[in-house]
């Protein structure tokens, strides 16, 4: 590898755009590559815009060779569409670092990256997609990655920009923890509202039991997370700005299909796999698969 890293991106939505106007603040600007053209990228936040110029290649064909590093921001529902894009950037000596929602971003992308590393993270920031294409970050970003010596790649890449980056030494129970503020978040879907909705007294009740049962599945997978977590999540909704949405809820509000299985049905899979009840899941996750697949 070079002293500086070849760097793509697949899928400039709203954190490829974040990650990739980071990366450009630095003049580390990455090869875009997406599935609509663009000009250029816009990401929008309170300090001002900032313009990532593209374009973005539609192509993968005008791939010329793999590069060092790859991050893959495309909804969990849209990997396989990617193959052809992971097939000419990837080889063995690539890697892979997944910015996607749910536990499974490895075995997901796995098949399609020529014996690359892919590294999972957490992706801890809001970014919404806005009707022109440009995105609106509400936060400041911040990923989470495994202490592995592949991770350093994606440290190094992201020195000095405005997207943090820490390691876990136990990046399963961080995954998890995710897993379950994106799991409760699914009811915003099923219920059409934004997080204004966690402050009803029913909504937080439904919310607390659901979450006992993520939390029961997260710990028979290893997570080591504590009595306290379905509280402390469902008291951050409630702090939340009320209009704060969340992806799953922008797909449904645009008919696009959901993350549902990777967000709600990894519970409900995970726990029959291991015996353990999971009633509100039962009910939880037909709804929203049909609701991404109809029919109907
Ligand atoms: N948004 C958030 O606040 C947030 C927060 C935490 C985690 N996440 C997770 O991050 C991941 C990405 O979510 P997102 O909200 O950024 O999604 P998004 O805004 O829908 O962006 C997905 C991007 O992938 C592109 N794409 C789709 N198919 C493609 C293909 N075959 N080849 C290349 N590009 C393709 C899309 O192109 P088009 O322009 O054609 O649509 C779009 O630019 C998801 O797993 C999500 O759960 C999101």
Redesign the pocket.
């Known amino acids: 590898m070079s002293e500086n890293p070849t760097i793509a991106l697949?899928?400039?939505?709203?954190?490829?755009?974040?990650i990739a106007a980071a990366l450009h603040e630095v003049g580390r600007t990455p090869t875009i590559?997406?599935?609509?053209a663009?000009p250029q990228l816009e990401l929008r936040q309170d300090s001002g815009k900032i313009i990532v110029p593209g374009p973005?290649l539609?192509n993968p064909a005008e791939i010329a060779q793999p590069f060092d590093l790859v991050f893959v921001?495309?909804?969990?529902t849209?990997v396989e569409?990617?193959a052809?894009?992971l097939a000419a950037l990837c080889n063995e000596k690539t890697v892979v670092c997944?910015?996607?929602?749910?536990v499974e971003q490895k075995s997901q992308l796995a098949p399609y990256v020529n014996g690359a590393t892919v590294l999972p993270s957490v992706?801890?920031?809001?970014?919404?997609?806005e009707p022109d294409?440009s995105?609106w970050l509400?936060e400041k970003p911040r990923l989470t990655l495994p202490e592995t010596p592949q991770a350093e790649r994606v440290v190094t890449a992201l020195k000095d920009t405005r997207c943090a980056v820490d390691l876990s030494a136990d990046f399963l129970t961080i995954a998890w923890r995710?897993l379950l503020q994106?799991a409760v978040a699914g009811l915003m879907v099923l219920s059409n509202r934004r997080a204004g909705m966690f402050q009803r007294e029913d909504i937080t009740a439904l919310a607390l039991a659901y979450l006992q049962e993520c939390l029961t599945v997260a710990r028979a997978e290893g997570a080591a997370l504590k009595d306290e977590v379905p509280q402390e999540i469902v008291e951050r909704f409630h702090r939340a700005p009320s209009d704060l949405g969340?992806?799953?809820l922008?797909?449904r509000q645009a008919d696009?299909p959901l993350?549902w299985d990777?967000?709600n049905g990894v519970v409900q899979r995970y726990g029959r796999a291991r015996g353990i009840p999971t009633p509100i899941s039962d009910v939880i996750v037909p709804l929203l698969a049909a609701g991404s697949e109809g029919p109907g």
């Open positions: 697949i899928g400039p939505g709203a954190i490829g755009t974040t590559c997406g599935r609509t663009h973005v539609t921001a495309v909804k969990t849209q569409d990617t052809p894009w997944a910015l996607q929602n749910g992706v801890w920031f809001p970014a919404q997609r294409a995105v509400r995710k994106n969340t992806s799953i922008a797909d696009r993350e990777i967000r």
